[in-house]
């Protein structure tokens, strides 16, 4: 089992900029690929970004497509979601996941076994 815990969360004016960390423990070696997901009020929780953990895959939801940038530090086992230009839209519970095996596109839940437990991050207009 992979444990996750997210920082970074937090309050920020619309346009402005957030930095996300997951860092990863316990079976980080199963580790195949790293999503972001979120979960705004009576939404669905749904696929922001994906990367591969040996590199050479990154995948993004439209809605964030060019103004978020997951990347991973393999040596300190930590993935990261560079959020610039946010949108009050934006507004959501963030949650990172680990993924043992890399399937597809890496954008369903179910292809992630570990979930960390969120971090708040709210935009205001």
């Known amino acids: 089992q992979v444990q996750l815990v997210e920082s970074g969360g937090g309050l920020v004016q619309a346009g402005g900029s957030l930095r996300l960390s997951c860092a990863a423990s316990?079976?980080?070696?199963?580790?195949?690929?790293m999503g972001w997901f979120r979960q705004a009020p009576g939404k669905e929780r749904e696929f922001v970004a994906a990367?591969?953990?040996?590199?050479?895959?990154?995948t993004y939801a439209d809605s964030v497509k060019g103004r978020f940038t997951i990347s991973r530090d393999n040596a300190k086992n930590t993935a990261y979601l560079q959020m610039n230009s946010l949108k009050p839209e934006d507004t959501a519970v963030y949650y990172c996941?680990?993924?043992?095996?890399?399937?597809?596109?890496?954008?369903?839940?179910?292809?992630?076994?570990?979930w960390g437990q969120g971090t708040q991050v709210t935009v205001s207009s």
């Open positions: 990367i591969r953990w040996s590199g050479g895959f990154t």
């Open positions: 316990g079976r980080t070696f199963s580790t195949n690929a």
């Open positions: 996941a680990a993924a043992s095996s890399f399937i597809g596109n890496m954008r369903g839940r179910y292809m992630y076994d570990s």
